[in-house]
């Protein structure tokens, strides 16, 4: 019985079948139609279910939509055979994806291990880290290019420290975040059995900085958009919208990447916003108190929206009109240097933390609020201002 196909009749599809336990996660499977008959097998490619949008990856997902057309193209391959079936539609995508993997047997040089790893974290963390992730692998990758793994050692790690010094353009703290990649990467290796022992890789000395936060009479004069000497200052409709958010993630200590699902309908009768945070896919419960509210109402129970990169570029301009120029000391330049040149938007964060903090919030509880699971992180947030200090040594009497 003739199973040809026609090729006007052959196409392929991408569907995304979401995990039962896991809804806001899913499974990419390449779906070819062969003359009204289906064939439907899993790429192993996993993607976020808010990534997937009209039957394939947002724009964003660039290196997930990078792979689904190098698989497309090995499926109409199938165009150049003169006998096309279910069968052989099958066998192709099932040696993809055997393929897709590389045998660590086969694997010996660090490039090579290199590669591998990256695909494996590229479905395992959010892009924008990964990118980073990328960016820091890529520059190891090239310092040990043709090296074989049983050359790494630490006399190896110790030369890769001094290279990335010698570049004169890295701070010891920049240096200290390629060297945490680095050292994840050779953590996998171990655990992988790549190779027979962990790497140690030195650390640099950092010089202590000062933590960026906001005091009470910065917040006031930003609620109130008033200067140094009390003058109320005119923002402009981008300026006073950014400053609204920059407020929101002060009263709420939510990321920037969390603020666009603070929306009026999402806070429960007793007052309680629930949401999945976009960094670390982890349910987080808050309180959202009325000043919020008041700021949700103004635009019409939503958040404007508006890029990481302008907000950022947008609150330096509101602290500057406002005069907002405390001296802050930072480690790379050793000096002090205005606030309105060192703020971000991670700032209101990093003062939602501290607020609490001086306010006698116990730390397990502040931790629970903002999301964090490390301890250390939230201790290293916690900064007590200067009055506050002052006070607490008066009550000492000595």
């Given at each position: 019985?003739?199973?040809?196909?026609?090729?006007?009749?052959?196409?392929?599809?991408?569907?995304?079948?979401?995990?039962?336990?896991?809804?806001?996660?899913?499974?990419?499977?390449?779906?070819?139609?062969?003359?009204?008959?289906?064939?439907?097998?899993?790429?192993?490619?996993?993607?976020?279910?808010?990534?997937?949008?009209?039957?394939?990856?947002?724009?964003?997902?660039?290196l997930v939509i990078e792979k689904l057309r190098l698989i497309e193209s090995k499926l109409t391959e199938h165009f150049s055979e003169s006998v096309i079936t279910e069968a052989t539609i099958k066998r192709r995508i099932k040696n993809w994806n055997k393929k897709k993997v590389k045998n660590k047997d086969n694997i010996a040089y660090l490039d090579e291990a290199i590669d591998s790893y990256l695909e494996f974290k590229e479905l395992d963390v959010q892009q924008n880290t990964y990118a980073?992730?990328?960016?820091?692998?890529?520059?190891?990758?090239?310092?040990?290019?043709?090296?074989?793994?049983?050359?790494?050692?630490?006399?190896?790690?110790?030369?890769?420290?001094?290279?990335?010094?010698?570049?004169?353009?890295?701070?010891?703290?920049?240096?200290?975040?390629?060297?945490?990649?680095?050292?994840?990467?050779?953590?996998?290796?171990?655990?992988?059995?790549?190779?027979?022992?962990?790497?140690?890789?030195?650390?640099?000395?950092?010089?202590?900085?000062?933590?960026?936060?906001?005091?009470?009479?910065?917040?006031?004069?930003?609620?109130?958009?008033?200067?140094?000497?009390?003058?109320?200052?005119?923002?402009?409709?981008?300026?006073?919208?950014?400053?609204?958010?920059?407020?929101?993630?002060?009263?709420?200590?939510?990321?920037?990447?969390?603020?666009?699902?603070?929306?009026?309908?999402?806070?429960?009768?007793?007052?309680?916003?629930?949401?999945?945070?976009?960094?670390?896919?982890?349910?987080?419960?808050?309180?959202?108190?009325?000043?919020?509210?008041?700021?949700?109402?103004?635009?019409?129970?939503?958040?404007?929206?508006?890029?990481?990169?302008?907000?950022?570029?947008?609150?330096?301009?509101?602290?500057?009109?406002?005069?907002?120029?405390?001296?802050?000391?930072?480690?790379?330049?050793?000096?002090?240097?205005?606030?309105?040149?060192?703020?971000?938007?991670?700032?209101?964060?990093?003062?939602?933390?501290?607020?609490?903090?001086?306010?006698?919030?116990?730390?397990?509880?502040?931790?629970?609020?903002?999301?964090?699971?490390?301890?250390?992180?939230?201790?290293?947030?916690?900064?007590?201002?200067?009055?506050?200090?002052?006070?607490?040594?008066?009550?000492?009497?000595?």
């Open positions: 019985m003739e199973r040809k196909a026609l090729r006007s009749s052959y196409k392929v599809n991408f569907v995304l079948i979401r995990s039962r336990r896991e809804k806001n996660n899913g499974t990419i499977y390449a779906e070819v139609r062969i003359n009204n008959k289906r064939v439907r097998r899993t790429t192993g490619i996993k993607i976020q279910a808010k990534n997937w949008s009209d039957g394939y990856p947002k724009r964003n997902q660039s980073r992730i990328k960016v820091h692998l890529s520059d190891f990758k090239q310092f040990t290019s043709n090296k074989m793994l049983n050359e790494l050692t630490p006399r190896m790690m110790e030369r890769y420290i001094n290279y990335l010094k010698k570049k004169g353009t890295l701070s010891n703290t920049t240096i200290n975040t390629y060297r945490k990649n680095v050292k994840t990467f050779t953590n996998w290796l171990y655990r992988n059995n790549y190779i027979p022992r962990k790497i140690e890789i030195p650390r640099l000395r950092e010089i202590e900085k000062e933590i960026v936060q906001l005091n009470d009479d910065e917040i006031s004069r930003l609620e109130k958009r008033k200067n140094k000497v009390g003058q109320i200052v005119g923002l402009n409709k981008r300026q006073d919208i950014t400053t609204d958010m920059f407020l929101c993630s002060c009263y709420t200590g939510l990321r920037f990447s969390d603020l666009k699902k603070l929306k009026l309908q999402n806070i429960n009768d007793e007052g309680f916003l629930r949401i999945r945070q976009q960094k670390t896919d982890e349910m987080l419960e808050i309180y959202i108190i009325d000043k919020v509210k008041e700021i949700l109402k103004k635009y019409n129970g939503k958040l404007p929206s508006l890029s990481n990169q302008r907000a950022n570029i947008y609150i330096k301009e509101v602290f500057r009109k406002l005069q907002l120029n405390r001296g802050i000391f930072i480690n790379k330049a050793e000096k002090y240097s205005p606030l309105n040149r060192v703020i971000s938007f991670h700032v209101g964060r990093k003062t939602f933390i501290s607020l609490a903090a001086r306010r006698g919030t116990p730390v397990p509880l502040i931790m629970k609020m903002s999301g964090h699971k490390d301890l250390k992180v939230v201790q290293r947030y916690i900064n007590f201002d200067k009055e506050t200090i002052a006070s607490e040594m008066n009550k000492l009497n000595f």
